[in-house]
């Protein structure tokens, strides 16, 4: 549908005529729903004034846009489908609809072959190249809109407030990053008229261009500065400030991971998407709802081990986050990729690397032990729990035990511990120094991330430890102890006199050690009450039976 409106003819027009027109106007406004797209022109007697073209009043949701070239000359980093998957995984969590415009769209431009003649001429290639082709692609949108960067990810899930096509600044085109261009908007006539000025003003790549546009005595387009580096992410600052009110209190909407700001953190480019999605996965969880109405937040920590794979932990992980979920928390997990954000990671990682026991990649269980302690550092402090560790007494609360103390709940065991962001950092750089001190010592010898705890718990007093945790076989002692104990007879659910043990602890632990002590838990078979054997259980399995029996029977009475 298309609406002309000229304004100097509707000046001259009488009260009641201008009435009926405004009548009319109305009753087309009050009927969109049954409309797909809506043309508003409005004249004076000097031409065009305002254009709003093909406009789809039926979207329930923005849209952004980014662009991608597949050809195979492009470089990884910028052919990047892992990374387009975070950002259209983020902007769609936001709220948005995301589209993607490739070269072929850009062809489609009625100028893209003055701009490849332009282009060649000033031998421009590869990505400065793609920085001007992502305007023509953009140029083809009917509707026009927002367009952004694959690097710039959205830090609100109200970003855009309004109706879908109501396009900020009267849909005049704007720059949200003062003149870097990473992420805009505007009309389809907005584009249009910033993509003929860019070809008249090419330079070494399009910033320049815009740049060089900007300079002019009437800059051409409009800027804002509502775009946020991300340079307080990578540095020691960040473990001693709240990152969701450093970002809000700035009023950023978005934020950037230009590659030229990881290579001044020293990051490298092959880590950008790990980096990027992790702090996008932390973030979203801890900054875009208020305490108030958000679960607090509980953190494990996996990455596949091939020894271990036959245990199944994939499927002890899912009743890891069934049981916390259950207890009122936000079950969260960590992998190495969390833990490449850290200043010192590469030093930290070196140090692992450089010891007999990791060399050759050996032993990989407990190198990502020591891993997930510089994860949990950047994730802005909490809870974390080993992901065969479970809640039984423990109420989802978001302030922390001894005030952000750094804690452990079974003392040096570290399968259930709290502590602020500081103290997490600070817990990082003690247990990588008694590790290296032990490797300077005695290279040979075994030395996990429980032993160095233990050695700052006995000799430094490091960090406050209480025992709030029962490993699993101490439900058993008096039948452990029981030299006549028959145990194909006992029912291990059965917790009939246990639940008031239970109610000294706030989690339990299905560790290796405590499974393999008891029966029905332990690799191996072993026979029921009639003397049939029985096939050999996981420990997820164990758990899940365990952890129901102990909340129908248990949960709630406290004795």
Not at 106 to 112: D, G, I, L, M
Not at 204 to 212: G, I
Request: glycine residues 4%; positive net charge; hydrophobic residues 35%.
């Amino acid at each position: 549908m298309l609406i002309n409106i000229t304004y100097n003819t509707m000046r001259h027009l009488s009260p009641i005529s201008r009435i009926a027109i405004a009548g009319i106007c109305m009753f087309l406004l009050l009927s969109l729903n049954s409309l797909n797209y809506l043309s508003v022109i409005i004249h004076s007697d000097y031409g065009i004034h305002r254009s709003i073209t093909t406009i789809n009043i039926n979207k329930t949701k923005p849209i952004i846009h980014t662009y991608i070239d597949r050809s195979k000359s492009e470089p990884s980093y910028v052919n990047n489908e892992a990374l387009l998957k975070v950002w259209s995984t983020s902007w769609e969590d936001a709220g948005w609809e995301v589209k993607i415009l490739t070269h072929e769209d850009a062809v489609k431009h009625k100028q893209y072959e003055e701009f490849n003649t332009a282009l060649n001429k000033a031998n421009i290639c590869c990505i400065p190249r793609q920085t001007y082709i992502r305007h023509l692609a953009m140029s083809t949108v009917k509707e026009g809109g927002f367009f952004s960067e694959q690097y710039v990810l959205p830090l609100q899930s109200n970003l855009h407030k309004g109706r879908p096509y109501d396009y900020p600044n009267q849909g005049n085109f704007t720059s949200y990053d003062d003149t870097i261009g990473s992420i805009m908007s505007g009309t389809y006539n907005e584009w249009n008229r910033i993509t003929s000025l860019l070809l008249k003003n090419i330079d070494k790549n399009v910033v320049l261009s815009l740049q060089k546009m900007y300079k002019e005595e009437s800059p051409p387009f409009l800027t804002e500065k509502s775009v946020s580096n991300p340079n307080i992410l990578f540095s020691n600052r960040q473990f001693h400030v709240d990152i969701c009110k450093q970002i809000n209190n700035k009023k950023y909407s978005v934020i950037r991971f230009h590659p030229s700001e990881l290579n001044k953190a020293n990051i490298d480019i092959d880590d950008r998407v790990d980096i990027i999605s992790s702090w996008f996965k932390i973030y979203k969880a801890r900054c875009w709802e208020s305490s108030s109405k958000r679960r607090p937040l509980i953190f494990t920590f996996y990455e596949p081990v091939s020894y271990l794979e036959s245990e199944d932990p994939i499927d002890l992980l899912k009743v890891w986050k069934d049981a916390w979920i259950k207890s009122g928390w936000e079950p969260i997990t960590l992998t190495l990729g969390d833990a490449k954000r850290h200043p010192n990671y590469k030093s930290l990682v070196k140090t692992l690397d450089d010891s007999l026991q990791f060399e050759d990649s050996k032993d990989k269980y407990n190198y990502y032990c020591f891993i997930r302690w510089i994860a949990m550092s950047l994730v802005g402090g909490g809870w974390m729990a080993d992901y065969d560790t479970f809640p039984i007494n423990l109420p989802a609360d978001h302030i922390l035990p001894n005030n952000g103390k750094f804690t452990g709940h079974a003392k040096y065991i570290p399968n259930l511990v709290s502590g602020s962001a500081s103290e997490w950092n600070r817990m990082v750089g003690l247990l990588f120094h008694a590790f290296s001190r032990h490797n300077h010592k005695a290279s040979t010898e075994f030395y996990s991330d429980m032993y160095a705890n233990k050695y700052l718990y006995d000799n430094n007093a490091s960090f406050t430890g209480s025992s709030r945790t029962a490993q699993l076989d101490e439900f058993y002692v008096d039948e452990i102890a029981n030299p006549s104990t028959r145990w194909h007879l006992i029912d291990p659910y059965d917790f009939t006199n246990k639940c008031q043990l239970s109610n000294n602890y706030i989690a339990v632990h299905f560790s290796h050690y405590a499974c393999n002590r008891m029966w029905f838990c332990r690799d191996g078979s072993h026979k029921d009450v009639n003397g049939n054997p029985q096939k050999r259980l996981r420990r997820s399995e164990v758990a899940r039976e365990w952890l129901e029996s102990w909340k129908m029977q248990c949960s709630n009475k406290k004795i």
